[in-house]
């Protein structure tokens, strides 16, 4: 058996924040469990980063604060900014292989004050997206990438949600259902690119609570 040679001694711990509204909530933990499931997977013993550090804290007392509906929606911007951070972020208007602006049409509107027309688009309206790649793909290079069909709505959202702050995530209305689709987006995200497979988001998933 090898010998353990680092264990440190924890000598004084104190409370900062409690977190009462989300431990108390069912359908809270179940929307967040996601994010300490990813952030135990992709943060490293030893090497601290406080932007993942308050951005992990930031995302938990808003979600501590807000509306238990609100959860999803600031766990789908959670996993954005993590790509992020980790180097992995989704390319959403520049086609992967050439290079060449894809743009999102109708459906690239995001007003002032982090709110995105919920009118916008359709959804019936997809772009190619090579998840292997890194992002989407144009017309022409999809013939040599193998992609997937995504509702253009659920790339303009992600988009968006990448760059609002939290309290704006908060206060923007994105319904449910586009919210659990980017949550997909960013399972299937988290698997090809992190190698980590979210059973928190499995769960939430067949958990029937939202
Ligand atoms: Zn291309």
């Not at 040679?5 to 359908?27: P, Q, T, W």
């Not at 992020?84 to 989704?90: C, W």
Request: hydrophobic content about 45%; aromatic content about 8%.
């Amino acid at each position: 058996m090898p010998r353990v040679r680092n264990l440190d001694i924890v000598s004084e711990a104190r409370l900062i924040y409690a977190f009462d509204g989300i431990k108390k909530d069912v359908m809270r933990v179940a929307a967040l469990e996601p994010i300490l499931e990813a952030v135990s997977k992709t943060a490293q013993e030893d090497l601290s980063v406080p932007r993942l550090f308050d951005m992990t804290v930031s995302a938990l007392r808003h979600a501590d604060s807000a509306d238990a509906e609100k959860s999803p929606l600031l766990c789908a911007a959670y996993l954005l900014k993590l790509f992020a951070v980790m180097g992995v972020r989704p390319s959403f208007h520049t086609c992967v292989t050439c290079g060449r602006e894809i743009p999102l049409g109708s459906v690239h509107h995001v007003p002032a004050h982090g709110e995105v027309s919920a009118g916008a688009g359709t959804a019936e309206e997809t772009r190619r997206f090579s998840f292997s790649g890194g992002g989407v793909v144009c017309d022409q290079c999809m013939l040599s990438e193998p992609t997937t069909a995504i509702s253009a709505q659920t790339l303009v959202w992600s988009d968006a949600l990448l760059h609002m702050t939290f309290d704006q995530v908060v206060e923007c209305n994105c319904d449910l259902n586009r919210t659990f689709d980017i949550l997909k987006f960013c399972q299937t995200w988290l698997q090809t690119n992190l190698a980590i497979r979210s059973k928190s988001l499995d769960f939430l998933f067949k958990s029937g609570l939202f």
